[in-house]
């Protein structure tokens, strides 16, 4: 088993800056890619992110592309998303994931999740 906690989610304007963090605990001895969703109210969720365990492969969706920095450190169990020139259409809760089955884009192939956090971003 996997608990992720994610943090960092809050209120900003449209052009600022935001850094998620999720902290992953349990069997964190196993290297396991993680990545980052996120569900905007009445919207399904959506891939944001993903990364793998020595950080080599990367993915990220269109919309954050060139926007967003996916980042881990493995010795301190976390996972960050760095969120630069924020548009009001971020705004969703993000939720971070871990342990990939097939299509890293998929939600549903994601073993682990967290509780989510929000990100409002303000026009």
């Known amino acids: 088993q996997v608990q992720l906690v994610e943090s960092g989610g809050g209120l900003v304007q449209a052009g600022d800056s935001l850094s998620l963090s999720c902290a992953a605990s349990g069997r964190t001895d196993d290297n396991y890619p993680m990545g980052w969703f996120r569900q905007a109210p009445g919207k399904e969720r959506e891939f944001v992110a993903s990364i793998s365990w020595t950080s080599s492969t990367i993915f990220y969706s269109d919309s954050v592309k060139g926007r967003f920095t996916i980042s881990r450190d493995n010795a301190k169990n976390t996972m960050y998303l760095q969120m630069n020139s924020l548009k009001p259409e971020d705004t969703a809760v993000y939720y971070c994931?871990?342990?990939?089955?097939?299509?890293?884009?998929?939600?549903?192939?994601?073993?682990?999740w967290g509780q989510g956090t929000q990100v409002t971003v303000s026009s």
């Open positions: 994931a871990a342990d990939p089955e097939g299509n890293w884009r998929s939600p549903g192939d994601w073993a682990y």
